[in-house]
């Protein structure tokens, strides 16, 4: 579903301060959101993926009190935006955000309601078109196409894992990406809105597949990740393009090579983390303080009224595939260690990470790497501990995926 607000509504682009809450100029391509719902006898789960910048805490609440007559709550719904540095503000969305303050977005309740009647329409539509399908999923190493951002770690993650799930005829229903990278080729300068690289890599794959196939593309532990640029010399517009439609034929070209299967189970879980207390990096006012502009007095009271003191995690599992929600941005050598743990413990194939799920909170560090500091380590809003209590807290509930 076309998600795109009006223009008249003056919703603004979310992910760089310099932005200042301007007013989008226009819309270079629409963005969407998309569910798929799973049923298996008293089972049920819909899986959201969006062209969205992040949603920002407490918007999943308000999505589920919507939705609670039709059956749906916290524990069976998954969002995942791309991350697209060229959709809607996610503070704009924030229902909290009373600081009227420019840099860091300034809160648009008719954006939230339009936004939150589209994702609730698209969850009920996915819910009424229930039928019987195959699945399979593959992955494949790729080398070059992303790099780590941060000085002085070279660690990618460079694993794209692809899942086709089919209709009884063999024909592509539905087919998630996960590939993790920042979608970050257009800039703040850069004033419309747009899917970025992973909108042109699910039409991509959308249009080859001839089969009415709809694409779902979900971020992984891209806390560290950039993309690495498939053309020289070029707009960023351009970039982002040929980046999403190489990746989008190479994606199709493995897809087609799966092998789905005739059954499949499901489960998921859904699972509360106490934070550790909110605070801000010494570094802060040097990098993100500078970029939104507040003092260290704002910057105090602004992170506890914004961000909460307890978040989820969620697993959900899918034949050989298991998706681990995590509420923020995880570097990729933390999300890798996560994968790498839960399938020696669930011999779970392909593990992957759904990056920034349900909700934003902050950047996930490495304690080394939270005392580095730098642009990530200045976002992260709960200390050095919060990355290993992140991935320590998710292995310790991997026993809820292990069968009796």
Do not use: C
């Not at 080859?208 to 950039?226: A, C, H, I, K, R």
């Amino acid at each position: 579903m076309n998600i795109t607000p009006p223009l008249e509504l003056n919703p603004i682009l979310g992910g760089y301060g310099d932005r200042m809450s301007q007013p989008a100029k226009g819309v270079h391509d629409d963005i969407y959101a998309k569910a798929i719902v799973f049923k298996e006898h008293d089972k049920t789960y819909a899986l959201i993926t969006a062209d969205m910048q992040s949603f920002p805490p407490y918007f999943k609440s308000q999505l589920v009190k919507e939705l609670q007559e039709f059956g749906w709550n916290n524990n069976n719904i998954l969002l995942l935006p791309s991350h697209s540095h060229s959709s809607i503000e996610m503070m704009s969305l924030h229902s909290k955000n009373n600081l009227n303050i420019p840099q860091i977005g300034i809160y648009n309740n008719d954006v939230l309601t339009l936004t939150t009647q589209k994702i609730k329409s698209v969850i009920l539509e996915a819910q009424k078109n229930l039928q019987p399908v195959t699945i399979g999923t593959s992955r494949q190493q790729l080398d070059g196409w992303n790099r780590n951002r941060r000085k002085g770690n070279s660690f990618v993650d460079n694993d794209l894992t692809i899942t086709r799930i089919d209709r009884i005829d063999q024909s592509p229903l539905a087919i998630l990406i996960n590939w993790t990278a920042h979608p970050t080729f257009m800039g703040p300068e850069d004033m419309e809105f747009s899917g970025g690289w992973p909108g042109h890599l699910q039409r991509t794959i959308e249009e080859l597949s001839q089969s009415n196939t709809t694409v779902f593309y979900y971020n992984g532990s891209e806390g560290d990740q950039s993309p690495t640029p498939r053309l020289d010399d070029t707009n960023n517009w351009e970039q982002a393009k040929s980046y999403g439609t190489d990746l989008g034929f190479l994606s199709w070209e493995l897809a087609q090579n799966i092998q789905t299967k005739p059954t499949f189970t499901f489960d998921y879980h859904y699972f509360d983390i106490a934070l550790p207390p909110r605070s801000w990096h010494p570094t802060f006012m040097m990098t993100g303080g500078k970029e939104y502009g507040i003092n260290s007095e704002q910057a105090d009271y602004i992170i506890n009224l914004l961000f909460p003191d307890s978040t989820s995690s969620t697993f959900f599992s899918i034949g050989d595939l298991l998706i681990v929600g995590v509420p923020g941005e995880m570097t990729a050598e933390l999300g890798k260690e996560i994968k790498d743990q839960l399938f020696e413990i669930t011999n779970i194939e392909f593990v992957t990470i759904g990056g920034l799920a349900n909700e934003w909170i902050s950047y996930m560090l490495s304690e080394e790497e939270y005392e580095r500091g730098g642009y990530e380590t200045s976002v992260s809003f709960y200390g050095s501990t919060l990355g290993p209590l992140m991935v320590n807290k998710i292995i310790e509930n991997s026993e809820l995926l292990i069968k009796n």
